[in-house]
C-alpha cells in the first residue's frame, strides 16, 4: 500500500500544450525551456519523475533524441547552382609525313690476336697429415692393425686361452703399411 502512494505521489496525470500522448521518445516539453518523462496511459500524458530544465540558450523541442537544442537554429535554404556545359570540342586527326631513315653501314673493324701470358704455378708441399684417431682392435687372431701413430701398429697375439695386444713401434724411417700388414720405408711419415 504505502508502494502505490509512493509512486502516485511520482506521477502526474495531465495535458500538457494541448498534447494528449508522448511522443515516441518518451519526453515532452512541460515549457519552452524544461522537459520530462512521460508516458501514455488512456489516452493520457503521465509525466514520471521531475522536470529537468535545458542549459541557457537552449529550448526544449520533444521531436528530437536531445530535447534541448540550441535555442536560434537557423537552416539555410540548399543552394542550387545552375548547370555548367562546356562547349563540345572537336579534334581534328593529323597525319604525319612518312620517314625515312636511310641504311647505315658500320666499317669493318679488326681485332688483332692476343695471346696470354705464360703462367708460372708455384710448387705446392702437401701439408702434413693428422693421422685419424685409431681405436685398439678386438683380438680374436694373430694379426697386425694401424696404431695410434703411422710408424706404430698393434699386434695381436694370444696369451694361454685369451688374446691380447701390444703397440710395436717401426724402425727409424719406416712406418706401418696396412696393405702388407708390416713396416715399410716412408718419406711422408714425420714423427717427434
Known amino acids: 500500500?504505502?508502494?502505490?502512494?509512493?509512486?502516485?505521489?511520482?506521477l502526474q496525470l495531465l495535458v500538457v500544450n494541448g498534447q494528449l500522448t508522448c511522443p515516441p521518445t518518451g519526453l515532452i516539453c512541460v515549457?519552452?525551456?524544461?522537459?520530462?518523462?512521460?508516458?501514455?496511459?488512456?489516452?493520457?500524458?503521465?509525466?514520471?519523475?521531475?522536470?529537468?530544465?535545458c542549459p541557457p540558450d537552449q529550448t526544449c523541442?520533444?521531436?528530437?533524441?536531445?530535447?534541448c537544442v540550441p535555442s536560434e537554429t537557423t537552416t539555410a535554404p540548399p543552394t542550387t547552382l545552375p548547370p555548367t556545359t562546356?562547349?563540345?570540342?572537336?579534334?581534328?586527326?593529323?597525319?604525319?609525313?612518312p620517314t625515312t631513315v636511310p641504311p647505315t653501314t658500320a666499317p669493318p673493324t679488326t681485332v688483332p690476336p692476343t695471346t696470354a701470358p705464360p703462367t708460372t704455378i708455384p710448387p705446392t708441399?702437401?701439408?702434413?697429415?693428422?693421422?685419424?684417431?685409431?681405436?685398439?682392435p678386438t683380438c680374436n687372431q694373430t694379426a697386425n692393425f694401424p696404431g695410434p701413430r703411422c710408424d706404430q701398429y698393434y699386434?695381436?697375439?694370444?696369451?694361454?686361452?685369451w688374446w691380447d695386444y701390444e703397440v710395436l713401434t717401426c724402425p727409424s724411417g719406416q712406418a706401418f703399411d696396412q696393405t702388407s700388414g708390416q713396416c715399410a720405408n716412408s718419406t711422408t711419415c714425420v714423427t717427434n
Open 155 to 161: 699386434h695381436c697375439l694370444q696369451v694361454m686361452w
Open 31 to 53: 515549457t519552452p525551456t524544461a522537459y520530462q518523462f512521460c508516458i501514455n496511459i488512456d489516452g493520457k500524458i503521465l509525466l514520471v519523475g521531475s522536470r529537468t530544465s
Open 125 to 136: 708441399t702437401a701439408p702434413p697429415t693428422t693421422p685419424v684417431p685409431v681405436t685398439a
Open 86 to 97: 562546356a562547349p563540345p570540342t572537336t579534334v581534328s586527326p593529323t597525319t604525319a609525313p
Open 1 to 10: 500500500m504505502r508502494l502505490i502512494l509512493l509512486v502516485a505521489l511520482h
Open 61 to 67: 523541442d520533444s521531436t528530437t533524441a536531445f530535447p
